[in-house]
């Protein structure tokens, strides 16, 4: 028997029948495979997916819901909030930093009203209003939300800011399992056929063409004959830890993983054929710190006592810059004024307290005059509501004079710190798989996770970029294998 695998295409003359014959082969049933099913469908392909897993999912199935949209949508004009195309796109290049992909940035940036709009057709419901406050994902139905840095330093100063977190219509969190519900759904009624619990483990190859793949079902190989093109929609590689050492080893100092069977077999496909893996050192991590809101207000210092971050930016974006500091932990610095329990789910502890932050610096054992020192000059501008070091933004900044204080320990070992994987392959923004010379690779497409996308840079990430990547670009994939 011959021994299939993701490290190695099969050649077409190796094949020794065909099981399935469609024009258009998806591999992975999350919103990305949904997506780009849809879109194929619709330009008339014939489309059939395949999933390793009993149903759709994929770490869509496990967010919030939350998808990034901006530019003017209803929610926004609607809660008095005006956005730009341009001041929308500049936020996606300034969140993708050294990652971003200009060309993903601006063909989203134009085209997110009317991606908002194609959600609203397949039956994904918003309810349009407006929340405001600082929060990792509504609890009730509402649609709007901040969900990012666009408010804090240095982003408010290059991009005009908005609220663009669009959330569904959910009571609770996890909106995601009904979004995927609703796009599954739409992709059936449309006419995929879907296989479920079927493993893809090798690319086909007629030449430098992509013509198939082989899948695994029911314990046996079954060839797929794709006429048009494969989609590649698998997940990131957040489980494997093979690849994480590899490309991202910083992800082993936090320990909670997010996905579904992310283990980067699509990018493992991808590379086999010439893809282009890129920016694979790159993760999203968070403890969701802010959970109360009044936590905010507080100061982060690493193990030496110094700040290291403006306090007000985005969750995630802090939580990152807290894993780059020596040490295997951070402290949250708070005063009685602003102080609440942190949820238990965070594993955050107490790790000092006093009546003067001298006291709090001795409990933790630094040095005479180090975090002390720090909150002096974090006060005495904060009283004057500048923040010249980091420019942390009012109401937020506040001084922290009233005693007790208390240092909160976020424990990269210990602290719930849930991560994924951001790196990927190299694609065009029609989602062609592109070789390491730039060159598109025939017949091989992919979108969402397994491609390095809007959600390119650990340090930028926003919450609603990951479902707004996957959901758009999948349709792109998609639209593009199909034609």
């Not at 609203?120 to 901040?146: A, C, F, H, M």
């Not at 977190?165 to 009571?171: A, K, N, R």
């Not at 009624?189 to 430098?208: K, N, Q, S, Y």
Request: hydrophobic fraction near 40%; aromatic fraction near 10%; include cysteine.
């Amino acid at each position: 028997m011959i021994a299939y695998s993701q490290y190695k295409p099969l050649p077409v003359s190796q094949v020794p029948q065909w099981d399935f014959e469609t024009d258009v082969a998806v591999i992975g049933f999350g919103a990305t495979g949904a997506c780009a099913a849809i879109e194929a469908r619709t330009a008339g392909a014939r489309v059939m997916l395949f999933e390793r897993s009993s149903g759709s999912g994929g770490a869509s199935a496990l967010s919030g819901g939350e998808i990034y949209i901006g530019g003017g949508t209803d929610a926004q004009l609607a809660a008095g909030f005006e956005d730009s195309v341009e001041d929308f796109t500049a936020y996606l290049k300034l969140a993708g930093g050294p990652c971003a992909d200009n060309a993903k940035c601006e063909l989203y940036g134009r085209e997110a009203l009317s991606h908002y709009q194609w959600l609203k057709d397949q039956g994904v419901p918003y309810r349009g209003n407006y929340l405001p406050g600082k929060i990792i994902e509504p609890t009730d139905d509402s649609t709007l939300i901040w969900s990012g840095s666009e408010a804090a330093a240095p982003f408010y100063k290059l991009a005009k800011p908005a609220p663009r977190g669009h959330v569904i219509q959910h009571m609770g969190w996890g909106g995601g399992r009904p979004l995927v519900d609703i796009l599954e759904a739409r992709a059936r009624d449309l006419g995929t056929e879907i296989h479920v619990d079927a493993r893809a483990v090798a690319l086909i190859t007629d030449e430098d063409r992509i013509v198939g793949a082989v899948v695994r079902i029911e314990n046996q190989n079954r060839f797929v004959r794709a006429y048009k093109g494969v989609v590649l929609a698998t997940g990131g590689f957040v489980f494997n830890d093979a690849m994480r050492r590899k490309y991202t080893p910083e992800s082993f100092r936090v320990n909670s993983p997010i996905g579904d069977k992310d283990d980067g077999i699509g990018i493992e496909l991808g590379v086999s054929v010439g893809g282009d893996a890129i920016h694979m050192d790159q993760f999203f991590t968070t403890c969701p710190w802010t959970i109360p809101a009044d936590q905010a207000h507080g100061v982060f210092v690493n193990v030496a006592g110094q700040r290291f971050i403006n306090e007000d930016c985005y969750h995630g974006r802090v939580s990152r810059c807290a894993v780059d500091q020596l040490g295997g932990k951070v402290y949250l610095l708070l005063d009685s004024a602003h102080f609440s329990q942190p949820l238990d789910l965070a594993g955050i502890t107490i790790a000092g307290t006093g009546e003067t932050w001298e006291e709090v610096e001795a409990e933790l054992e630094m040095p005479a005059g180090t975090l002390s020192a720090t909150m002096k000059v974090y006060n005495d501008h904060a009283r004057e509501g500048r923040d010249p070091l980091f420019d942390k933004q009012t109401p937020i900044l506040k001084p922290l004079d009233r005693s007790p204080f208390v240092a909160l320990e976020l424990n990269f070992e210990t602290s719930y710190f849930s991560f994924f994987t951001l790196g990927g392959l190299k694609t065009t923004a029609d989602g062609e798989v592109l070789n390491r010379g730039g060159s598109a690779i025939p017949g091989l497409y992919a979108a969402g996770r397994c491609t390095s996308g809007l959600p390119a840079w650990g340090h930028g990430y926003s919450s609603g970029l990951s479902l707004a990547d996957c959901t758009f670009f999948g349709r792109q994939a998609g639209r593009r294998a199909a034609a």
